[in-house]
């Protein structure tokens, strides 16, 4: 029962942190852009805090992850 909770916990905390930096951004499929320039468009940063840093595992710095 307890490891349920933590997969439970776990999985929502994974969700919630890469979806944050992909999911706000607009994706124009119709630009023809290189690869590297669509992942940059496509994804951002999250501001930084001592509670985003420590919640994300700095993985707030999409750009640059």
Not at 6 to 27: A, D, G, K
Not at 53 to 58: E, Q, R
């Amino acid at each position: 029962s307890r490891v349920y909770l933590v997969r439970f916990l776990e999985s929502t905390w994974f969700i919630w942190v890469s979806q944050m930096n992909h999911i706000p951004m607009n994706i124009d499929y119709d630009k023809n852009k290189d690869w590297v320039s669509t992942q940059l468009h496509a994804t951002c940063n999250v501001n930084q805090s001592l509670f985003n840093d420590w919640f994300t595992g700095h993985l707030n710095f999409q750009i640059e992850h």
